[in-house]
């Protein structure tokens, strides 16, 4: 391809854009669809974020974040890309999730840190809905959806009013038989 001739790092963040931008719509539809809520509200539902909450999530999330970001992916970035790719998806969401608190300040305009992403998973009022991006926080901007607040953690995690049944199981068929919400 095309993209296979530029250098290595301008490909790898082309691949990052064109990622965070296809899980930018995907996400916001997750949370705005609220047939698709169902399924991404099981990631939403911790009540505490540290690194491990990252891999919360119900299969049909997982599959479609996959199908609608990887797939096309690989049919416009060379593998090696595709691969450096998931190396650095796989950690930036691992930190992005985990409670670890120091900041790299002059950084936080260019990349998503931990702050940034416990403001998205808060259940405070002022910032549901918000910091969809999962790389680029500069995209939130664009669209409307940033929120960080000066020096400051969300207070408060999990759902706003919705309980998410115990268990593997149970949080399987939940998205299936919800009763919507107003």
């Given at each position: ?15 990052v ?8 719509v995907i ?9 698709l ?28 974040v ?62 549901i ?27 408060t ?23 919507k919400?107003?």
């Open positions: 391809t095309a993209i296979g001739h530029l250098p290595w790092l301008l490909q790898f963040f082309l691949a854009l064109v990622a965070d931008l296809a899980e930018y996400h916001r539809a997750f949370h705005e669809v609220p047939f809520w169902g399924f991404h509200a099981i990631h939403h539902s911790s009540k505490a974020l540290d690194w491990i909450a990252g891999s919360r999530s119900h299969l049909v999330d997982d599959v479609v996959r199908a609608f970001i990887l797939v096309p992916m690989m049919l416009v970035f060379p593998h090696n890309i595709n691969v450096a790719y998931l190396f650095f998806v796989t950690l930036h969401a691992t930190w992005t999730h985990c409670n670890f608190g120091p900041t790299i300040k002059w950084l936080e305009p260019f990349i998503i840190q931990p702050r940034y992403h416990h403001w998205h998973h808060t259940s405070q009022a002022e910032a809905d918000k910091n969809y991006a999962i790389h680029f926080p500069w995209i939130d901007k664009l669209f409307g959806t940033h929120y960080l607040p000066e020096d400051k953690w969300p207070e995690y999990g759902l706003n009013n919705e309980d998410i049944p115990r268990g593997f199981w149970a949080q399987f068929v939940y998205p299936f038989t919800r009763k919400t107003a």
